[in-house]
């Protein structure tokens, strides 16, 4: 339920109803809406029954949120959600930039990719050292070490650092190293590892399932916000169809549908969507038309010679053009004030 106070509420009237809504044993949330506050009550709703919120003094109306999911909900927090890790705007004007490789392989890599990553004008650098593959005799990752080489890259580069956490052990190390925790599509709806990763007390983006729907999704976000952070990020990363000649089949369509119904950030990743690097360039720039709020793409200095996922990343030289497309685009649609978002 969210309860919508009178443009001319005072504080004392929020104060008097989040004293309720906390005396019947439910959390109160208060959000700024465009001209008035709402306060987003979080528990069983039936224990609402007995108080007479909508006679209160300062309020205007109550509405009951149809949807399971409910602190992910653009019925719960109708204001476009903006991220800010230190200073870093996700869902803001401009899109934002997570570029790197799958895998953090080497010291040498990585510090040769953050360079030019950083000189593409991009702000996160990303990087697995802790590794999903399908075969357990696939390079894992080089774990700890890995995050202690993307911990020197963000020291040289001044990037921010995206990396996936996989277990529940792995949630303070990567925490210690990590700017944002990345939940990855297998984990999608590894709900212990959901609720785990949201009481660490970072950002986290998490990523669509292999097979997930919209609603799955949210709800598996839902997960992360009920235990602890708002500061969730939902990156669209393609699923699993009949179709082959693509290595997943990225959805766009998911950016309208999520920012209509949620208030959160959404991020598309066109490398693990199409799994063809000449496919990420045309998705990436369709994605930010669309109205995503930023791209996650591999890139790697040597493509060929990639412990994995080479085939979807993209040299320096292919990288640096897509991102000058991108930059025209993006600048286009700001200056000539075109929203993609219906709402
Ligand atoms: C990744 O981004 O490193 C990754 C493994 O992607 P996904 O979880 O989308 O497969
Ligand atoms: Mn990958």
Redo the contacts with the bound molecule.
Sequence with gaps: MVIIMQPDATEENIADVVKTIEGVGLEAKIMEGAQQKIVGVIGDKAKMASVAIGAMAGVESSVAISKSYKLASREFHPQSSIIDIDGVKIGGAEPVIMAGP??VESREQILETAEFVKKSGAQFL?G?AY??RTSPYSFQGLEVEGLKYLAEARERTGLKIIT?VTTVEGIAPVAEYADVM?I????MQNFGLLKEVGRCGKPVML??G?SATIDEWLNAAEYIMNAGTTDVIL?E??IRTYEVYTRNTLDLSAVAAVKHLSHLPIIV?P??GTGRWRMIKPMALAAIAAGADGL?M?VHPNPAKAMS?GSQSLTEEHYFDLMESVRKLSKFMREENLNPIVH
Aim: charged fraction near 40%; aromatic fraction near 0%; hydrophobic fraction near 15%.
């Design positions: 799958c895998a990303r697995g590794k999903p996936e990345q990855g599509a297998r984990n990523k669509r292999l990156c990363r393609g990743d490398s693990h996650m591999e996922d």
